[in-house]
């Protein structure tokens, strides 16, 4: 081949051609910071599994958004741990758990300039650490669950959450969240359904971080990693019950999934990189066989190129911080 037409290599030639030619780039404006609030600690506390991550107190977790807003960061995504259980949950729907205050903390020292968002889901406040309360037979009972769901949601848009997050993959979460909200009057609190989230091992790390008590698993009410197609149908099913946006769960292993959904959604779609894709890169960066920064850009790169309008990320602030520095 003496004189191809198309040589690749031309576009790759200097920083800048590859910038300039580049398909794809990251905004902070994209993502989302989650952030675990914790009752009666007076320090944050870090989490092993998750060097880097801690669970605040409402003082830090107040500092942490604040430096969010700053560096252009899209929105902050709420658990609440608290120091009492029960099988019930209780904490979750107390106006004053620990999860509402958060809200209201952040809610007080933001206002509107980020998306505050809170989690809709009862494993933190259950003493078993399953998503739901459990029926006789000890299975997560759908339907008793979601009216539980309902009251923990509009307390949490009454704390200031600008979006909720349902995560407990129970059918007919969002229907019922959205009907509670609009019989509360809470119209304008939008729902970012955990549409298409699968039951999976890199969740592991998440444990720690929100101190779970779970024995088990969710494969009752999470989805099965062998399935694709049956993604689809939850995201019309949550369409259909009125989701503002979905959700892709985790990331990085379901990067088709992410792409089926980006070509069928209507509306904003989200991946959430999660805690064990965290703690594979930290751990592999730490013993120093792979680059940090090299490695979190080209994830991150990756979850955005498959689809997602939103990226749900533990390195937010400090990709927001790259992403300034770049400029
Ligand atoms: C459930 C919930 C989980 C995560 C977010 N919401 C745990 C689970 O489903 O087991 C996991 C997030 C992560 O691993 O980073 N409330």
Redesign the pocket.
């Known amino acids: 081949m003496s004189f191809p037409q198309h040589r690749p290599r031309r576009l790759r030639t200097t920083p800048a051609m590859r910038r300039l030619t580049a398909e794809y780039r990251l905004d902070p404006a994209e993502l989302i910071l ?1 952030a675990f609030v914790r009752e009666g600690i007076t320090e944050p506390n870090p989490l092993t599994s998750m060097p880097g991550v801690v669970q605040h107190t409402l003082d830090s977790l107040k500092k942490a958004a604040a430096e969010a807003v700053d560096l252009g960061v899209g929105g902050i995504m709420l658990f609440g741990i608290p120091a009492e259980r029960d099988a019930v949950g209780s904490a979750g729907t107390d106006p004053h758990g620990i999860l509402n205050r958060g809200i209201r903390a952040v809610r007080d020292e933001v206002g509107d300039d980020l998306v505050i968002m809170s ?1 809709v ?1 009862l ?2 406040f259950t003493d078993h650490g399953h ?1 739901g309360v459990l029926d006789g037979n000890g299975v997560v009972d759908n339907d008793a669950t979601l009216e539980i769901y309902g009251r923990m949601a509009v307390e949490q848009a009454r704390a200031g959450a600008h979006v909720l997050g349902p ?2 993959m129970m059918d007919g979460q969002i229907a019922v969240i959205r009907q509670a909200l609009e019989t509360a009057g809470y119209k304008d609190v939008a729902l970012f359904a955990y549409a298409a989230k699968y039951a999976s091992a ?2 592991g ?2 444990r720690e971080a929100v101190d779970s008590q779970l024995k088990g698993d ?1 494969r009752t009410y ?1 989805m099965d990693a062998a399935n694709r197609r049956e993604a689809i149908l939850e995201v019309e099913l949550d369409l259909e019950e009125g989701a503002d946006m979905v959700m892709v769960k985790p990331a990085m292993s379901y990067l088709d999934v992410l792409a089926d959904v980006a070509a069928m959604s209507p509306v904003p779609v989200g991946a ?1 990189q ?3 894709e965290y703690a594979m890169i930290e751990a592999a960066a730490a013993n120093g066989w792979i680059d940090r920064r090299r490695a979190i850009e080209e994830s991150v790169l990756g979850i955005k190129r498959a689809g997602a309008n939103m990226i749900l990320t533990y390195w937010a602030t400090e990709l927001a911080a790259w992403l300034k520095e770049s400029k």
Do not use: K, L
């Open positions: 989650p989690d889901c494993d933190e998503c995560s407990g890199f969740y790390p998440f969710r999470q959430y999660i805690s064990g």
